[in-house]
Structure formats: structure tokens, C-alpha cells
């Protein structure tokens, strides 16, 4: 099993920008594939970004596509935020599985592993 931990939120005005980090108790090149989801204070789920570390594959949501990019070093997951909008508000959540479930990568019910979530707040 895999223990993910988030940090980085916080508030920011619209325009600006943040980074969010998911810390795993494994290196995350022993992880299938990971993601980052986020739920908004309307309590929709989004899956915004998954990353595949031994291919290097990277999917991202079309509401973040060319605003947010994934980065990785050996234990960590990062989550560059720009250009933010007051829409991005939400608690993100990163999330990982070990081994392929054959579900796709935006899918939640694929991921075993949950961060505990750090609050992002956008004003206008």
C-alpha cells in the first residue's frame, strides 16, 4: 500500500498561481499511476490530472488544460497551479494505485490510496 500526503494550498487571488505536492511513501516509480481530483464546495469531484511514471503519460482536464502542469521527483507529486480562478476553488486530493485496475485514469473508484486533501481558495 501507498500512504499520500498533500500541502500547498492555501488562498490566492485570481491570476495567481500555486503548487500543490502529494508526498508518497513509496518513490512514485513503483506507482502505476497517480492523480489529482478535486472537489468543489458544490461537492462535485473532478479528476483534473493523471500521470502514468513509467511511461511518462499525463492526462489533464480540459478545465485546467494549459493552466496546470504535473511534475514528479522521487517521492513526490507536484501540482503547479496558474492562472488561477476563482472556479478552481475546491479541496485537492492526490491519489495512487499500485497496479493497473483497467480503469481509466479519471476514474475515482480506480484509486486505493487518498490523500487527506488541501484546501485551495481562489477570490476574484
Known amino acids: 500500500q501507498v500512504q499520500l500526503v498533500e500541502s500547498g494550498g492555501g488562498s490566492v487571488q485570481a491570476g495567481g498561481s500555486l503548487r500543490l505536492s502529494c508526498a508518497a511513501s513509496?518513490?512514485?516509480?513503483?506507482?502505476?499511476?497517480v492523480a489529482w481530483f478535486r472537489r468543489t464546495p458544490g461537492n462535485e469531484r473532478e479528476a483534473i490530472t493523471g500521470?502514468?511514471?513509467?511511461?511518462?503519460l499525463t492526462y489533464y482536464a480540459d478545465s485546467v488544460k494549459g493552466r496546470f502542469t504535473v511534475s514528479r521527483d522521487n517521492t513526490k507529486l507536484y501540482l503547479q497551479m496558474n492562472s488561477l480562478k476563482p472556479e478552481d476553488t475546491a479541496m485537492y486530493y492526490c491519489?495512487?494505485?499500485?497496479?493497473?485496475?483497467?480503469?481509466?485514469?479519471?476514474?475515482?473508484?480506480?484509486?486505493?490510496?487518498w490523500g487527506q486533501g488541501t484546501q485551495v481558495t481562489v477570490s476574484s
Open positions: 491519489a495512487a494505485v499500485l497496479a493497473s485496475t483497467g480503469r481509466n485514469w479519471n476514474d475515482p473508484s480506480g484509486y486505493t490510496a
Open positions: 513509496r518513490r512514485i516509480r513503483f506507482i502505476h499511476h
Open positions: 500521470f502514468y511514471p513509467a511511461s511518462g
